[in-house]
């Protein structure tokens, strides 16, 4: 049975990789049957590439690619005995099916993973996050129950996670809600104070209003 020819117009517009078809290319006069289609890659070149070699991902740039990642890898040379490449290697580890690193219930248990771009190497890694800010600073994801990639993670003080943690309590009166360690710094409250009224049963409006006695929880 013969192959459904593809046609111009599906190709057209289409993205591989960082180039995206503009038009078909007028076929060679030595190799008729060979289509090809000019492309503009996202750093601004204009190529001409085989239809064959777009679709099946041979080729996604127009060079400019290949010489990012050589930049990158000169930039992380050397960056095994790095922070970075730790937080890296134990990421990998936590989330591995057959973990037994420490706390891997906690990640490779519950099902989050790390995305196939850094699966694929530390350079993605860190051409996604980039160094640490400080030495304060670690990797957090954002939604406690999604998974590790760029869109939901940030290198975060420990008391920014801390706020974030899924056991954090968190209250919510006139509309907004917060933790009880933001709230204790919003009103002035002790944490031990806001803690110990909402095991008193107390309402959110009652524990966040009543003026605290000196030397006492409430």
Avoid at 48 to 70: A, F
Avoid at 111 to 126: D, K
Avoid at 143 to 172: F, I, P
């Amino acid at each position: 049975m013969a192959k459904r020819k593809i046609q111009r117009d599906q190709i057209i517009g289409k993205v591989y990789g960082r180039l995206t078809v503009l038009d078909e290319a007028k076929p060679q006069r030595i190799i008729t049957w060979l289509r090809r289609f000019v492309v503009q890659c996202s750093c601004g070149n204009q190529s001409i590439i085989p239809l064959r070699d777009l679709r099946n991902n041979h080729t996604q740039s127009c060079g400019c690619y290949r010489v990012d990642l050589m930049r990158l890898r000169d930039v992380t040379h050397g960056m095994r005995d790095t922070p970075e490449y730790d937080v890296w290697s134990n990421m990998k580890r936590r989330c591995a099916n057959h973990s037994t690193a420490t706390h891997a219930a906690h990640y490779a248990g519950r099902g989050i993973t790390v995305c196939a771009r850094w699966l694929e190497s530390f350079e993605n890694f860190i051409e996604d996050m980039g160094r640490r800010p400080t030495d304060q600073h670690s990797l957090e994801r954002l939604n406690n129950d999604g998974n590790y990639e760029k869109d939901n993670c940030a290198w975060t003080t420990m008391k920014v996670q801390c706020r974030n943690r899924r056991s954090n309590h968190r209250l919510t009166y006139n509309g907004e809600t917060l933790s009880i360690a933001e709230w204790s710094e919003r009103i002035g409250f002790t944490r031990s104070t806001i803690f110990d009224r909402l095991k008193r049963g107390w309402s959110v409006e009652k524990i966040l209003t009543t003026p605290q006695r000196k030397n006492q929880y409430g």
